[in-house]
Protein backbone atom coordinates (compact mmCIF):
# COMPACT_ATOMS: atom_id res chain seq x y z
CA UNK A 1 0.00 0.00 0.00
CA UNK A 2 1.40 3.61 -1.00
CA UNK A 3 2.81 5.65 1.92
CA UNK A 4 0.38 8.55 2.04
CA UNK A 5 1.59 11.75 2.59
CA UNK A 6 0.80 13.38 6.03
CA UNK A 7 -2.40 16.54 5.84
CA UNK A 8 0.33 19.54 5.92
CA UNK A 9 2.43 17.96 2.78
CA UNK A 10 -0.88 17.63 0.85
CA UNK A 11 -1.75 21.19 1.96
CA UNK A 12 1.86 22.45 0.44
CA UNK A 13 0.95 20.29 -2.97
CA UNK A 14 -2.78 21.90 -3.39
CA UNK A 15 -1.34 25.49 -3.36
CA UNK A 16 1.63 24.48 -5.73
CA UNK A 17 -0.51 22.56 -8.14
CA UNK A 18 -3.14 25.60 -7.97
CA UNK A 19 -0.58 28.11 -8.58
CA UNK A 20 1.62 26.06 -11.62
CA UNK A 21 -1.19 23.61 -13.24
CA UNK A 22 -4.25 24.51 -15.44
CA UNK A 23 -6.66 22.64 -13.10
CA UNK A 24 -9.64 23.74 -14.82
CA UNK A 25 -12.91 21.85 -15.39
CA UNK A 26 -14.00 20.68 -18.65
CA UNK A 27 -17.30 22.37 -17.90
CA UNK A 28 -17.76 25.88 -17.85
CA UNK A 29 -20.03 27.65 -15.01
CA UNK A 30 -22.76 28.22 -17.22
CA UNK A 31 -22.94 32.15 -16.78
CA UNK A 32 -21.73 32.68 -19.88
CA UNK A 33 -25.46 31.61 -21.00
CA UNK A 34 -27.00 35.15 -19.45
CA UNK A 35 -25.97 38.35 -20.07
CA UNK A 36 -27.89 41.99 -18.07
CA UNK A 37 -30.22 43.76 -19.96
CA UNK A 38 -28.47 47.12 -20.87
CA UNK A 39 -29.77 50.34 -19.81
CA UNK A 40 -28.70 53.31 -21.81
CA UNK A 41 -30.43 55.53 -19.55
CA UNK A 42 -30.23 54.16 -16.24
CA UNK A 43 -31.55 57.40 -14.54
CA UNK A 44 -28.76 56.22 -11.25
CA UNK A 45 -25.46 57.68 -9.94
CA UNK A 46 -22.62 55.62 -10.09
CA UNK A 47 -21.31 56.99 -6.88
CA UNK A 48 -24.55 55.93 -5.22
CA UNK A 49 -25.21 52.55 -6.02
CA UNK A 50 -25.08 50.76 -3.17
CA UNK A 51 -23.60 46.90 -2.48
CA UNK A 52 -23.96 46.47 1.32
CA UNK A 53 -25.50 43.81 2.69
CA UNK A 54 -25.74 42.31 6.69
CA UNK A 55 -25.54 39.05 7.16
CA UNK A 56 -25.22 36.88 9.93
CA UNK A 57 -24.82 39.76 12.11
CA UNK A 58 -22.10 41.29 10.21
CA UNK A 59 -21.99 44.28 7.88
CA UNK A 60 -20.11 43.59 4.52
CA UNK A 61 -19.78 46.52 2.15
CA UNK A 62 -19.53 43.87 -0.98
CA UNK A 63 -21.60 40.48 -1.71
CA UNK A 64 -17.48 39.40 -2.50
CA UNK A 65 -16.50 35.89 -0.28
CA UNK A 66 -13.03 35.06 0.03
CA UNK A 67 -13.26 31.79 -0.72
CA UNK A 68 -12.36 28.84 1.54
CA UNK A 69 -8.53 28.15 0.00
CA UNK A 70 -6.02 27.44 2.87
CA UNK A 71 -3.87 26.59 5.78
CA UNK A 72 -1.57 24.11 7.72
CA UNK A 73 1.64 25.25 6.17
CA UNK A 74 3.66 28.50 6.49
CA UNK A 75 3.19 29.68 2.85
CA UNK A 76 -0.38 29.06 3.40
CA UNK A 77 -0.49 31.31 7.02
CA UNK A 78 1.38 33.80 4.97
CA UNK A 79 -1.17 33.82 2.01
CA UNK A 80 -4.47 33.70 4.61
CA UNK A 81 -2.79 36.65 6.53
CA UNK A 82 -2.61 39.04 3.27
CA UNK A 83 -6.29 37.52 2.68
CA UNK A 84 -7.93 38.86 5.68
CA UNK A 85 -6.10 42.22 5.97
CA UNK A 86 -6.92 43.01 1.98
CA UNK A 87 -10.81 41.99 3.15
CA UNK A 88 -10.89 43.71 6.51
CA UNK A 89 -9.31 46.80 4.13
CA UNK A 90 -12.47 46.22 1.36
CA UNK A 91 -15.30 44.80 3.93
CA UNK A 92 -15.92 41.68 2.74
CA UNK A 93 -16.41 38.02 4.19
CA UNK A 94 -13.97 35.39 4.08
CA UNK A 95 -13.47 31.23 4.83
CA UNK A 96 -10.75 29.40 6.05
CA UNK A 97 -9.29 25.95 4.61
CA UNK A 98 -10.45 22.97 6.09
CA UNK A 99 -9.01 23.00 9.52
CA UNK A 100 -8.79 19.31 10.30
CA UNK A 101 -4.73 19.40 10.38
CA UNK A 102 -4.90 22.13 13.27
CA UNK A 103 -7.22 19.65 14.69
CA UNK A 104 -4.58 17.23 14.72
CA UNK A 105 -1.73 19.09 15.23
CA UNK A 106 -2.69 22.28 17.14
CA UNK A 107 0.83 24.13 16.46
CA UNK A 108 -1.02 24.57 12.74
CA UNK A 109 -3.40 26.92 14.20
CA UNK A 110 -1.83 29.96 13.89
CA UNK A 111 -2.03 29.37 10.19
CA UNK A 112 -5.73 30.08 10.05
CA UNK A 113 -5.84 32.60 12.97
CA UNK A 114 -6.10 35.55 11.15
CA UNK A 115 -8.80 37.57 13.65
CA UNK A 116 -5.79 39.89 14.75
CA UNK A 117 -5.51 41.65 11.23
CA UNK A 118 -9.66 40.95 10.54
CA UNK A 119 -11.12 42.18 13.36
CA UNK A 120 -14.48 43.12 11.52
CA UNK A 121 -14.76 40.66 8.90
CA UNK A 122 -17.70 38.09 8.58
CA UNK A 123 -15.31 34.89 8.93
CA UNK A 124 -15.85 31.29 8.42
CA UNK A 125 -14.16 28.07 9.91
CA UNK A 126 -14.39 24.90 7.39
CA UNK A 127 -14.46 21.29 8.61
CA UNK A 128 -14.94 18.27 5.92
CA UNK A 129 -18.23 16.89 6.93
CA UNK A 130 -17.21 13.43 6.20
CA UNK A 131 -14.91 13.92 8.98
CA UNK A 132 -17.79 13.31 11.10
CA UNK A 133 -17.97 9.60 10.27
CA UNK A 134 -14.11 9.70 11.37
CA UNK A 135 -14.47 10.71 14.70
CA UNK A 136 -14.81 14.50 14.46
CA UNK A 137 -18.45 15.68 16.53
CA UNK A 138 -19.16 18.67 17.94
CA UNK A 139 -16.06 19.66 20.22
CA UNK A 140 -14.38 19.22 17.08
CA UNK A 141 -16.69 22.02 15.19
CA UNK A 142 -16.57 24.18 18.51
CA UNK A 143 -12.87 23.87 18.12
CA UNK A 144 -12.66 25.09 14.80
CA UNK A 145 -15.13 27.71 15.44
CA UNK A 146 -13.39 28.98 18.49
CA UNK A 147 -10.08 28.37 16.97
CA UNK A 148 -10.17 31.46 13.98
CA UNK A 149 -13.40 33.40 16.24
CA UNK A 150 -15.26 32.60 13.72
CA UNK A 151 -19.01 33.66 12.51
CA UNK A 152 -19.92 30.85 11.32
CA UNK A 153 -18.75 27.23 10.23
CA UNK A 154 -18.76 25.57 6.77
CA UNK A 155 -19.18 21.91 6.61
CA UNK A 156 -17.40 21.11 3.15
CA UNK A 157 -18.63 17.88 1.15
CA UNK A 158 -16.20 17.15 -1.33
CA UNK A 159 -17.19 13.16 -2.07
CA UNK A 160 -15.58 13.21 -5.56
CA UNK A 161 -12.40 14.49 -4.45
CA UNK A 162 -12.35 12.17 -1.25
CA UNK A 163 -12.56 9.21 -4.20
CA UNK A 164 -9.95 10.30 -6.54
CA UNK A 165 -7.83 10.82 -3.81
CA UNK A 166 -5.15 8.31 -2.99
CA UNK A 167 -6.27 6.96 0.76
CA UNK A 168 -9.58 9.48 0.94
CA UNK A 169 -12.29 9.24 3.39
CA UNK A 170 -15.17 7.77 1.34
CA UNK A 171 -17.52 6.80 3.90
CA UNK A 172 -20.40 9.62 3.86
CA UNK A 173 -23.42 7.30 4.62
CA UNK A 174 -25.15 8.41 7.28
CA UNK A 175 -23.87 12.07 6.78
CA UNK A 176 -27.11 13.77 6.91
CA UNK A 177 -28.16 12.71 10.26
CA UNK A 178 -24.56 13.67 11.58
CA UNK A 179 -24.94 17.12 9.81
CA UNK A 180 -28.23 17.32 11.62
CA UNK A 181 -26.48 16.95 15.30
CA UNK A 182 -23.90 19.79 14.54
CA UNK A 183 -26.70 22.36 13.28
CA UNK A 184 -28.35 21.92 16.19
CA UNK A 185 -25.82 21.90 18.62
CA UNK A 186 -23.70 24.26 17.60
CA UNK A 187 -23.60 27.99 18.84
CA UNK A 188 -22.97 29.52 15.47
CA UNK A 189 -24.83 29.19 12.09
CA UNK A 190 -23.51 26.43 10.40
CA UNK A 191 -23.13 26.34 6.50
CA UNK A 192 -22.96 23.63 4.06
CA UNK A 193 -20.45 23.92 0.97
CA UNK A 194 -19.47 22.00 -1.96
CA UNK A 195 -16.27 22.36 -3.36
CA UNK A 196 -16.44 22.28 -7.39
CA UNK A 197 -18.79 20.09 -8.28
CA UNK A 198 -21.93 21.43 -7.56
CA UNK A 199 -25.57 21.19 -5.48
CA UNK A 200 -28.29 18.97 -6.62
CA UNK A 201 -31.99 19.74 -5.96
CA UNK A 202 -31.68 16.26 -3.77
CA UNK A 203 -29.14 17.67 -2.22
CA UNK A 204 -30.33 20.79 -1.24
CA UNK A 205 -33.23 19.66 0.46
CA UNK A 206 -31.28 16.90 1.97
CA UNK A 207 -29.33 20.22 3.30
CA UNK A 208 -32.36 22.40 4.20
CA UNK A 209 -33.91 19.36 6.02
CA UNK A 210 -30.68 18.70 8.51
CA UNK A 211 -31.07 22.83 9.67
CA UNK A 212 -28.14 24.34 7.72
CA UNK A 213 -28.70 28.24 7.09
CA UNK A 214 -26.55 28.59 3.55
CA UNK A 215 -25.29 26.14 0.75
CA UNK A 216 -22.30 27.23 -0.20
CA UNK A 217 -22.99 25.62 -4.18
CA UNK A 218 -19.48 25.57 -5.61
CA UNK A 219 -20.78 24.36 -8.75
CA UNK A 220 -18.76 22.78 -11.91
CA UNK A 221 -16.49 25.07 -13.88
CA UNK A 222 -13.35 26.31 -12.09
CA UNK A 223 -11.07 24.65 -10.01
CA UNK A 224 -11.76 20.98 -10.74
CA UNK A 225 -10.11 18.89 -7.07
CA UNK A 226 -10.45 15.55 -9.24
CA UNK A 227 -7.45 17.48 -11.64
CA UNK A 228 -5.40 18.69 -8.38
CA UNK A 229 -5.72 15.40 -7.28
CA UNK A 230 -4.21 13.76 -10.52
CA UNK A 231 -1.48 16.15 -10.41
CA UNK A 232 -0.27 14.63 -7.08
CA UNK A 233 -1.29 11.05 -7.59
CA UNK A 234 1.41 8.39 -6.73
CA UNK A 235 0.91 6.00 -9.02
CA UNK A 236 -0.90 5.81 -12.70
CA UNK A 237 -3.97 3.88 -11.39
CA UNK A 238 -4.56 7.33 -9.10
CA UNK A 239 -3.44 9.54 -11.78
CA UNK A 240 -5.94 7.77 -14.81
CA UNK A 241 -8.75 7.53 -11.64
CA UNK A 242 -8.21 11.02 -11.05
CA UNK A 243 -8.27 12.42 -15.01
CA UNK A 244 -11.62 10.67 -15.86
CA UNK A 245 -13.58 13.29 -13.62
CA UNK A 246 -12.52 16.50 -15.28
CA UNK A 247 -15.78 16.77 -17.04
CA UNK A 248 -17.87 15.89 -13.81
CA UNK A 249 -20.19 18.23 -11.56
CA UNK A 250 -23.00 20.55 -11.63
CA UNK A 251 -22.03 24.10 -13.14
CA UNK A 252 -22.63 27.10 -10.50
CA UNK A 253 -25.68 28.75 -12.77
CA UNK A 254 -27.26 26.01 -12.81
CA UNK A 255 -26.58 24.81 -9.03
CA UNK A 256 -27.97 28.40 -7.97
CA UNK A 257 -31.23 27.32 -9.93
CA UNK A 258 -31.30 24.10 -8.24
CA UNK A 259 -30.93 25.46 -4.44
CA UNK A 260 -33.60 28.34 -5.17
CA UNK A 261 -35.99 25.73 -6.74
CA UNK A 262 -36.01 23.24 -4.13
CA UNK A 263 -35.23 25.65 -0.86
CA UNK A 264 -36.62 29.15 -1.87
CA UNK A 265 -35.75 30.70 1.36
CA UNK A 266 -31.96 29.08 1.59
CA UNK A 267 -29.36 31.93 1.51
CA UNK A 268 -27.14 30.72 -1.52
CA UNK A 269 -23.09 31.36 -1.69
CA UNK A 270 -21.95 30.91 -5.17
CA UNK A 271 -18.26 30.07 -5.89
CA UNK A 272 -17.35 27.92 -9.04
CA UNK A 273 -14.94 29.84 -11.43
CA UNK A 274 -16.10 33.06 -11.12
CA UNK A 275 -13.72 35.08 -12.59
CA UNK A 276 -14.75 38.64 -11.99
CA UNK A 277 -17.64 41.18 -10.32
CA UNK A 278 -19.83 40.15 -13.36
CA UNK A 279 -19.80 37.05 -12.72
CA UNK A 280 -20.76 37.72 -9.19
CA UNK A 281 -23.67 40.27 -10.05
CA UNK A 282 -24.35 37.19 -13.15
CA UNK A 283 -25.44 34.65 -9.63
CA UNK A 284 -26.72 37.52 -7.18
CA UNK A 285 -29.38 38.17 -10.27
CA UNK A 286 -29.96 34.02 -10.16
CA UNK A 287 -30.41 33.95 -6.83
CA UNK A 288 -27.23 34.25 -4.61
CA UNK A 289 -26.31 36.34 -1.83
CA UNK A 290 -22.82 36.35 -2.45
CA UNK A 291 -20.44 35.60 -4.97
CA UNK A 292 -16.92 33.96 -3.88
CA UNK A 293 -13.84 33.48 -5.61
CA UNK A 294 -10.33 31.71 -5.25
CA UNK A 295 -7.99 31.30 -7.65
CA UNK A 296 -7.72 35.07 -8.50
CA UNK A 297 -7.29 36.16 -5.13
CA UNK A 298 -4.88 33.49 -4.07
CA UNK A 299 -2.37 34.07 -6.80
CA UNK A 300 -3.03 38.07 -5.67
CA UNK A 301 -2.35 37.20 -2.08
CA UNK A 302 0.86 34.91 -2.89
CA UNK A 303 2.46 38.63 -4.42
CA UNK A 304 1.27 40.48 -1.76
CA UNK A 305 -1.62 42.02 0.38
CA UNK A 306 -1.54 45.24 -2.10
CA UNK A 307 -1.79 43.01 -4.86
CA UNK A 308 -4.98 41.29 -2.78
CA UNK A 309 -6.53 44.41 -2.28
CA UNK A 310 -5.88 45.83 -5.61
CA UNK A 311 -8.07 42.75 -6.89
CA UNK A 312 -10.89 42.88 -4.44
CA UNK A 313 -11.62 46.65 -5.30
CA UNK A 314 -11.42 46.19 -9.10
CA UNK A 315 -13.95 42.97 -8.10
CA UNK A 316 -16.39 45.32 -6.38
CA UNK A 317 -16.29 48.13 -9.00
CA UNK A 318 -17.01 45.84 -11.34
CA UNK A 319 -20.08 44.56 -9.33
CA UNK A 320 -20.89 48.47 -9.15
CA UNK A 321 -20.66 49.39 -12.25
CA UNK A 322 -22.81 46.50 -13.65
CA UNK A 323 -25.32 47.59 -11.29
CA UNK A 324 -25.04 51.04 -12.78
CA UNK A 325 -25.40 49.26 -16.17
CA UNK A 326 -28.51 47.13 -15.88
CA UNK A 327 -30.31 49.69 -13.67
CA UNK A 328 -30.32 48.66 -10.13
CA UNK A 329 -29.54 51.16 -7.17
CA UNK A 330 -29.46 48.69 -4.75
CA UNK A 331 -28.88 44.56 -4.49
CA UNK A 332 -32.26 44.12 -3.89
CA UNK A 333 -33.28 45.55 -7.04
CA UNK A 334 -30.46 43.09 -8.59
CA UNK A 335 -32.77 40.32 -10.29
CA UNK A 336 -33.69 37.52 -12.60
CA UNK A 337 -35.74 40.08 -14.30
CA UNK A 338 -32.27 42.09 -15.26
CA UNK A 339 -31.13 38.97 -16.37
CA UNK A 340 -31.77 37.83 -20.55
CA UNK A 341 -30.54 34.02 -21.16
CA UNK A 342 -28.64 33.90 -24.31
Known amino acids: MPKVAPIDQRKADHIKINLEQDVRSALTNGLEKYHFVHEALPELDLNRIDTTLSLFGKRLN ?13 EAGTINMRLAEAAQEIGLA ?9 IEVPEQAKTFQVRRV ?5 LFANLGAVQLNYGFGIDECRKAVDMIEADALYLHL ?3 QEAVQDAGDTNFEGLAKKIEEICRKLEVPVLAKEVGW ?3 KQTARLLADCGVQAIDVAGAGGTS ?3 VEMHRAPDEFTRQ ?8 GIPTAESIL ?4 AVPNMTIFASGGIKDGLDIAKCLALGATLGGMAGNFLKAAAISTEKAIEIMKLTKRQIEVTMFACGAKEMRELGTEKLVEK
Open 225 to 227: WSQ
Open 241 to 248: LAATFVGW
Open 158 to 160: NPL
Open 118 to 122: APDIL
Open 94 to 102: MGVGSQRTA
Open 258 to 261: NVKK
Open 198 to 200: GIS
Open 62 to 74: APILVSSMTGGTE
